[in-house]
């Protein structure tokens, strides 16, 4: 996999190879984050293809994997552009010479409009925004710099976060966008996020989100302004846009990696995990737990949103011993029930609940295949909150 990039090489942090001359991935200082580099391309591969398959274009979310390595196999396989949550990621992505970027967020504050205002001088960008004050604030960057960007004007698909409701406010925005220098309206965005659960649960959840995405697109029709992108999409909805007529675009994230909530969803199966957090046993003193080294700056505190009531984590070599509680350097294991015996010095590994919040804890993911460490990527755009 030729972006593989050893930026930090294993000896250099403390990890020594075997005397093979490589490294498993039990020989990893722990805890470290991993990532399968098959189960990986198996992911990239399998959106792409359905995307290409249905005539949608693919701009993923980095807030997942913050990894421009991993942006540029996006890229390859077949992704249009790319989505981003803040101006910092906008800027790592740029600066690591990627393109056509949506940053899916209100851009408010003067000197976050001008960082952004700077990018879309050599990089095409596209903004999401609902409201005039923000439109205003980002025109005005916008025309102090000399540049042009886009605007996608977001409309609310049921989730209740952000967007206008589907109807005449949502035309009236994106007539004032056009009339405002410096910007160009190019469509409409919405956000799914309340897709999920099971089947049935979804389907209702689709049929409402279509439904809306027909007010949104014919309230235009009616005033006859040319909407050209509709984005929307998520990964537990992903695989059904092509029920939700109107679309253009879909904006996936966690695909690249999954997690045990996207499981409980059932959009992926465990062997679609591509993305676990080596760890070790470091204490079995009280009885019926375990301790290991992972805790919540590893793994986030993210709780499961669907399947079991409680849990911090799915251990794959002892999945009938839950992660009950976690402390910031602890994880607690319930071991009364286990059918493997936990030891002191046991490697284990975890799948996070949540691998977006777990990926933004840790510095560099360390890539595997076939078990043995092939090198490890940097983190690049973990902490970029503004």
């Known amino acids: 996999m030729k972006e593989i990039r050893f930026s930090v090489a294993p000896r250099a942090t403390g990890h020594r190879a075997n005397n093979k001359g490589t490294m498993r991935w039990n020989e990893l200082s722990t805890p470290a984050l991993t990532v399968d580099a098959d189960v990986l391309e198996r992911n990239l591969a399998r959106m792409a293809d359905y995307c290409r398959s249905r005539g949608l274009g693919l701009r993923p979310h980095t807030k997942t994997h913050k990894i421009p390595e991993v942006a540029r196999m996006q890229i390859r396989h077949g992704a249009i552009g790319l989505t981003v949550a803040k101006v910092g990621e906008a800027e790592v992505m740029c600066g690591a010479g990627l393109d056509n970027i949506l940053v899916a967020y209100p851009v408010m504050g003067r000197e976050k409009l001008e960082r952004l205002a700077a990018l879309a ?5 596209l903004v999401s925004l609902d409201g005039e004050t923000v439109a205003e604030a980002l025109a005005g960057a916008a025309r102090q710099h000399g540049a042009t960007i886009g605007v996608l004007v977001e409309f609310d ?15 009236a925005l994106a007539r004032k966008i056009m009339q405002l220098p410096a910007l ?61 007529p109107g679309l253009t675009e879909i904006r996936p994230g966690t695909y690249v990696y999954n997690d045990i909530n996207t499981f409980y969803q059932g959009a992926c199966s465990i062997e ?28 986030s505190s993210d709780p499961l949103r669907f399947g079991p009531a409680s849990g911090y984590g799915y251990i794959v070599e002892a999945p009938d011993a839950p992660i009950v509680k976690l402390n910031e350097e602890h994880g607690y ?15 284990v590994t975890i799948i996070p609940n949540h691998v977006c919040t777990c990926v933004n804890m840790h510095d560099e993911v ?17 902490g970029k909150i503004r």
């Not at 049921?158 to 967007?163: A, K, N």
């Not at 294991?333 to 490697?347: H, N």
């Open 184 to 244: 160009k309206f190019r469509g409409l965005m919405c956000y799914p996020g309340q897709i999920g659960g099971d089947g049935e649960a979804r389907k209702r959840d689709i049929v409402r989100v279509a439904e809306k995405v027909e007010l949104a697109l014919e309230a235009f029709r009616q005033e006859q302004i040319p909407v050209e992108i509709v984005s929307a999409g998520s990964t537990p909805s992903a695989f059904q846009s092509h029920q939700i």
């Open 272 to 299: 679609d995990c591509a993305t676990r957090v080596v760890a070790t046993v470091v204490s079995t003193a009280v009885a019926g737990g375990a301790i290991v080294d992972a805790g919540s700056k590893t793994l």
């Open 333 to 347: 294991v319930d071991v009364r029930r286990a059918s493997r015996a936990l030891k002191v010095g046991d490697v």
């Open 366 to 382: 360390f890539v595997l295949r076939n078990g043995e460490v092939e090198g490890s990527w940097r983190v690049a755009a973990r």
């Open 157 to 171: 698909a049921g989730l209740g976060r952000c967007g206008l409701e589907p109807g005449p406010a949502l035309v």
């Open 121 to 125: 001088l050599d990089h095409s960008m």
